[in-house]
Nanobody
Framework: QVQLVESGGGLVQAGGSLRLSCEASGRTFSRYVVGWFRQAPGKEREFVAHSTSYADSVKGRFTISRDNAKNTVYLQMNNLKPEDTGVYYC???????????????WGQGTQVTVSS
């Protein structure tokens, strides 16, 4: 069983930056693809990024990185916009996919709020 814990969310003004972390337990972390998704109020969860792909809405602003030694994946978010507001979740998948159905494990989420 793998457990994921996200952290790093918070309140930031538009144009600011945040770095989210997703820390995983379990020795098999390195075998998985880690993806980030987000869910805005009243909307469905949407894909943000995995190792080789970014949603069009975040390209050039968000960067995903990984430290297998720490079992941690990061999402650096720069030039944040109010529309980036939502709960951000990380997930583990066995293959690269932008579909949440492909993810076997999820964290509890961390809130990101961007004020205008």
């Amino acid at each position: 069983q793998v457990q994921l814990v996200e952290s790093g969310g918070g309140l930031v003004q538009a144009g600011g930056s945040l770095r989210l972390s997703c820390e995983a337990s379990g020795r098999t972390f390195s075998r998985y693809v880690v993806g980030w998704f987000r869910q805005a109020p009243g909307k469905e969860r949407e894909f943000v990024a995995h190792s080789t792909s970014y949603a069009d809405s975040v390209k050039g602003r968000f960067t995903i990185s990984r430290d297998n030694a720490k079992n941690t994946v990061y999402l650096q978010m720069n030039n944040l916009k109010p529309e980036d507001t939502g709960v951000y979740y990380c997930g583990l998948a066995r293959f690269r996919t932008a579909s949440q159905n492909g993810y076997d494990y999820w964290g509890q989420g961390t809130q990101v709020t961007v004020s205008s």
